[in-house]
C-alpha cells in the first residue's frame, strides 16, 4: 500500500538555526506532493506543494522542499528558524490514479527554543 | 469568508454510545472530505462527497461509521455503536474543484471513547 515516511516525529531547535525535515513516499507512480503545518490552536493549512516543473519549490514563510524523484523523497528545509515556527509538520501526497485522497505522514512536532 | 467548520470540538463518550459529528464546509464548495488522525499516527483519509453523493468511501473503517451530506451542504458523521479505537480527531475539508490544492481544513472533532 502507498505511504509516506516522516523519520523524524520530534524535533527541537534553537532559533537562527537550520531545519530540514525528512519525507519518503512508497509510490512508484505519478504522484503530488505537499507539506502542509498545523500551529498550535489552528487548523491544518498548505504550505508548500509541488505537482510538475521545477522540483524545487518555495511555499510561504521562507519554506521550500525539493523533489527528488530518483529518492521518493519531498524534504522540507528553512534556512533560519524562528519561534514562531513552533508546529507540527505534515507531508503528503495524491497519487495520480486517486487524485481524491489525500495520504499523509504521521507529521513532525517542531519545537523551537526562543 | 468563513472557513470550514466542525462541531463539536471535543466529544467524550463511553463505549456503545452513539456520537455525531457535524461539519459545515466553505459555502459554494462541492467537494467535501472526511479524515482521522489516531494519536501519533498519520492523518487517514475516510471519505469524499461530491455535493451529497458519496465520491470515495474506500477509508470508511467499518460500518459503525456513517456518513451523510443531505442536500449536498453540511455533513455528518455517526459512529455508532462507539468503540475504544475509534478515539482521535475528526477531520473535515472542502474544496470547490477536486484539485488536491485547493483542500481546506476545519479545526477538528476530538473524540475520546472511555
Known amino acids: 500500500a502507498q505511504s509516506v515516511s516522516q523519520h523524524n516525529h520530534h524535533v527541537i531547535l534553537s532559533e537562527a538555526a537550520s531545519l530540514e525535515l525528512g519525507c519518503n513516499y512508497s509510490?512508484?507512480?505519478?504522484?503530488?506532493l505537499f507539506w502542509y503545518v498545523q500551529y498550535p490552536g489552528q487548523h491544518l493549512q498548505l504550505l508548500l506543494k509541488?505537482?510538475?516543473?521545477?522540483?524545487l519549490v518555495k511555499g510561504i514563510k521562507g519554506f521550500e522542499a525539493e523533489f527528488i524523484k530518483s529518492k521518493f523523497s519531498f524534504n522540507l528545509r528553512k534556512p533560519s528558524v524562528q519561534w514562531s515556527d513552533t508546529a507540527e509538520y505534515f507531508c503528503?501526497?495524491?497519487?495520480?490514479?486517486?487524485?481524491?485522497?489525500?495520504?499523509f505522514g504521521s507529521g513532525t512536532r517542531l519545537s523551537i527554543r526562543p | 469568508e468563513a472557513g470550514v467548520t466542525q462541531f463539536p470540538s471535543h466529544s467524550v463518550i463511553e463505549k456503545g454510545q452513539t456520537v455525531t459529528l457535524r461539519c459545515d464546509p466553505i459555502?459554494?464548495?462541492?467537494?467535501l472530505y472526511w479524515y482521522r488522525r489516531v494519536m501519533g499516527k498519520e492523518i487517514k483519509f475516510l471519505l469524499h462527497?461530491?455535493?451529497?453523493?458519496?465520491?470515495?468511501e474506500s477509508g470508511m473503517p467499518n460500518n459503525r461509521f456513517l456518513a451523510e451530506r443531505t442536500g449536498g451542504t453540511y455533513s455528518t458523521l455517526k459512529v455508532q455503536p462507539a468503540e475504544l479505537e475509534d478515539s482521535g480527531v475528526y477531520f473535515c475539508?472542502?474544496?470547490?474543484?477536486?484539485?488536491?490544492?485547493?483542500?481546506?481544513f476545519g479545526p477538528g472533532t476530538r473524540l475520546t471513547v472511555l
Open positions: 475539508a472542502s474544496s470547490q474543484t477536486a484539485a488536491l490544492h485547493e483542500q481546506f
Open positions: 509510490y512508484g507512480g505519478t504522484v503530488n
Open positions: 509541488y505537482f510538475s516543473g521545477d522540483p
Open positions: 503528503a501526497v495524491t497519487l495520480y490514479s486517486s487524485a481524491s485522497k489525500i495520504i
Open positions: 459555502s459554494g464548495h462541492d467537494n
Open positions: 462527497f461530491v455535493k451529497e453523493s458519496k465520491q470515495d
